[in-house]
């Protein structure tokens, strides 16, 4: 697990729930916010298992 820079969007939720307790997923991003903004495609794989597994659990 590694500690990254939020996405905007939880800035909401944070603000109308203080304490609320979150997680973001997603493919690692190189350069967010820039014109050569990419993920890195072999970061896709464990997301998709992640999230598979995530659902199943929910289920």
Known sequence: MVAMHFVLEAGFFVQHYP???MASIGPRIVEPHS??????LSTIEDIWKVLNELLKRLA
């Open 35 to 40: 014109t050569s903004e990419r993920i890195e």
């Open 19 to 21: 304490g609320i307790q």
